[in-house]
């Protein structure tokens, strides 16, 4: 089962306004801003607004419309930064094996570059 959710973790921080981050968008659902350690060109990170581990918990039990508001907001935010045609990757860690080190669900963007073969 997915460990219960630390309000102290660092993007609820961040989405508390504790942590200071670049907002690059903003919903009634989800928060994009830049990840700190970029590993693309265009590397972004989007959370829901809502607290939840990871894709486990956010799965098994946001509603519906918190589901589907986040999961438009991944697509707007790669459509605002023009990604569609060249193409762009996202990626989400769950849990240990998945190598997840913030335990507040986020999907990495990746984009801005041709981007190599996926190695897992
Ligand atoms: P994970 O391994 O959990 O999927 O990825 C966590 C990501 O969060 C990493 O890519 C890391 O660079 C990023 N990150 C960690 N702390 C901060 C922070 O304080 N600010 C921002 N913008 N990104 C962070």
Redesign the pocket.
Known sequence: ATRPYDDQN?FAK?LRGE?P?TRIYEDEWAYA?????PQAPLHI?VIPKGAYVSWDDFSAAAPAEEIAGFIRAVGHVAREHGLVEPGYRLLA?IGGHG????PHL?V?LFGGQLLGPMIV
Do not use: R, T
């Open positions: 660092i961040i942590i981050s801003f830049p990840d700190i350690n990170l860690n190598g997840q080190e913030v986020h990495h």
